[in-house]
């Protein structure tokens, strides 16, 4: 039995010798292409026309060699990224010890020990996914090149392929665009600034994180006097120097946003090099018209915003094609080279009223009709902590009977929370994860009134699927990507789902349309050349305004507040904010001749706004709106 075992361990590490003397021997990196520079083609991305949106291409036209980098660079990022990089083999094998302990024990790779051979083999041959395999991957390839390439070597082709944000790789071109110097001019500042990108692009670049770059730039630095690479004075100066950069971002600060998301959507699929070297064409669905359109409108009100109310207000827009869930028009902020923060797809912010669509859409599919009365009143909720709350309207004003279609277009707070306990907390929970919101509803009284937090992304395909008829699009922004010789190597699989009955979304058109009507008949500079339906949306303290609507052909979302949340003040309305946007971009776009949906099983019905009652009346809304007739949908 002795022998067996003894026999079977010889025998098993015989195996594991073979297998690693196989990985150790395997060729990993085709080492002809480390010269292929000269030959790169950039990527184009194209609108849905087919004209040119934006190009990837290496801003790196004069790659240093080794005996043209002044020491002091290489000094700052040795002491930045790898102390013992001219000591080991190619792994710091005490750092991989420690990230192996650290990832068995999360059962995912969340640390890393990336020596600067290991980073170059990760950046120029692998993907970026973070994965054991990858990992492995990575320590073999590190192993090859220190076997076939020198030091110097390993640091020249690291240094001419870091990336420093902006389309810009290699620290000559980093320096021509940070400060439109030459690499040999540096000061140790600006080496130290250099070395404290790799970390993170987007969180260190001097390029959109200044205050960031430049407190790493002073931990580098003293790193640098710790190890003996400059003096105390000289570190000291160095600290002092301020972080200036120019003012580089190139383009349309705003569109930045779509072109960056893409950027980094086809680096996760193909990786850097096969982005900005083997000229991929990136087809999307934007439409360049509507894009300046939505950039022209957005900046207009938010800009005016800032500069009458002294303020720092943010958002985004985005807008659908109501039948196939392509993204026409996307805007991210209002500047990206001073935020780069995507509010399109990144930010979650309470809907709000914009949420009342989704829950009167609900009451329709349990039965309930449009021309139901309820009542605003004063009530309370003792809820599950023992407090009480009582919910009140916008104007602060109790108006007693009303029909749902009137509670809807004056977004009535009581009548929406006495609805939503009416349908059942769980039961109306339940129906929004049908929308794919990534947050769930919050099983409280207070959900009727918005709380749930939502991207302008998941918010527009929600709306946008009353508009198509009950069915849910996913939205969507890369219609498909070819290589330089034409070979398609992804196409969007666009995927629906039936959310809501046709005549629920039919009655929903209608119910929704009451309230753009009086917009309509407001407004004095022109309207849109289509029919439309709408909703505003604001949470408390107007830290978020909303407003969300279609036309036949194109659904908008637009949210406009501060970044970080806080109120923009109790005279702050989403008519004033968010509507005002998505009107001045919908009259500058042109809409197809198309009407809405509707059901043809349904018939129309005129009512009394207040009673519910049939026939010709006037009813006043509680703010002194007038309408001579109230038609709804119902069921024959």
């Not at 971002?249 to 083997?278: D, F, H, K, M, T």
């Not at 392509?326 to 709000?352: D, E, H, P």
């Not at 104007?395 to 277009?409: S, W």
Request: overall charge positive; some cysteine; glycine content about 6%.
């Amino acid at each position: 039995m002795v022998k067996k075992i003894v026999f079977g361990c010889f025998f098993l590490c015989c195996l594991g010798l073979g297998a690693l003397c196989y990985l150790l021997e395997k060729e990993w990196v085709n080492f002809s292409q480390l010269g292929y520079y000269s030959q790169a083609k950039p990527s184009i991305v194209l609108d849905d026309e087919g004209r040119e949106l934006a190009r990837f291409e290496l801003d790196r036209r004069d790659p240093v060699t080794y005996d043209k980098i002044p020491d002091i660079i290489v000094k700052a990022f040795i002491a930045a990224e790898d102390h013992r990089f001219f000591e080991h083999p190619g792994i710091s094998f005490k750092g991989i010890i420690r990230s192996f302990l650290v990832n068995f024990y999360h059962g995912r790779v969340v640390q890393g020990a990336s020596t600067i051979t290991q980073q170059l083999a990760r950046g120029m041959f692998l993907y970026h996914d973070r994965t054991i395999w990858r990992k492995i991957q990575e320590v073999f390839i590190a192993f090859q090149l220190e076997r076939q390439l020198s030091k110097e070597q390993i640091l020249e082709l690291y240094l001419n392929n870091i990336y420093f944000g902006q389309g810009t790789y290699g620290i000559e071109a980093a320096c021509r665009r940070f400060w439109n110097i030459s690499l040999s001019d540096v000061t140790t500042a600006q080496a130290a600034t250099l070395a404290a990108v790799p970390a993170s692009a987007f969180l260190y670049s001097p390029l959109n994180a200044p205050c960031s770059a430049k407190k790493r730039r002073n931990v580098i630095i003293a790193t640098m006097q710790r190890l003996g690479f400059i003096g105390e004075r000289e570190a000291l100066k160095a600290k002092d120097e301020k972080l200036v950069v120019l003012d580089s971002a190139q383009g349309n600060p705003i569109r930045l946003y779509i072109i960056e998301w893409i950027r980094v959507w086809a680096e996760s699929l193909w990786g850097r090099e096969a982005l900005y070297r083997q000229g991929l064409r990136i087809q999307t669905t934007i439409n360049s018209d509507m894009q300046t359109a939505a950039e022209k409108s957005f900046n207009a009100v938010v800009a005016k915003m800032n500069k009458e109310m002294e303020g720092n207000f943010n958002g985004g827009l985005i807008s659908l094609d109501t039948a196939t869930g392509k993204i026409r028009a996307a805007v991210g902020g209002l500047n990206f080279k001073a935020s780069q923060f995507n509010r399109t797809f990144q930010a979650y912010r309470q809907m709000g009223s914009a949420f009342k669509p989704l829950l009167f859409a609900y009451a329709l599919e349990r039965g309930v009709e449009l021309d139901q009365v309820m009542i605003d009143e004063p009530f309370e909720l003792e809820l599950a902590n023992g407090q009480s709350w009582a919910p009140r309207n916008w104007h602060r004003r109790f108006e007693g009977p009303m029909t749902l279609v009137r509670a809807l277009t004056v977004s009535n707070n009581v009548i929406s929370v006495k609805l939503f306990l009416d349908l059942g907390i769980p039961e109306v929970v339940s129906w929004m994860r049908r929308f794919n919101f990534k947050n769930e509803l919050p099983p409280y009284p207070s959900a009727a009134l918005g709380t749930i937090e939502a991207t302008l992304e998941e918010t527009s395909a929600a709306f946008n699927s009353i508009v198509n008829g009950g069915v849910l699009i996913k939205p969507y922004l890369v219609e498909w990507v070819k290589d330089c010789w034409g070979k398609k190597l992804w196409m969007a699989e666009p995927k629906s789902t039936r959310v809501m009955s046709r005549t629920t979304a039919s009655k929903m058109i209608n119910a929704l349309s009451h309230r753009m009507e009086l917009n309509k008949k407001r407004t004095k500079d022109g309207w849109i050349d289509a029919q439309s339906i709408g909703k505003t949306g604001s949470t408390n303290g107007a830290a978020t305004t909303w407003f969300v609507g279609a036309t036949p052909s194109f659904t908008t979302a637009v949210y406009v507040g501060r970044d970080d949340n806080k109120p923009m003040g109790s005279r702050v309305y989403a008519s004033a904010t968010a509507y005002p946007i998505w009107l001045e971009f919908n009259k500058a776009i042109l809409h197809p001749k198309k009407e809405f949906y509707i059901d043809p099983s349904l018939h129309s019905v005129t009512i009394d706004w207040v009673t519910g009652q049939s026939g010709n009346y006037t009813s006043v809304l509680g703010y002194g709106d007038v309408l001579q007739k109230v038609a709804i949908l119902k069921d024959l």
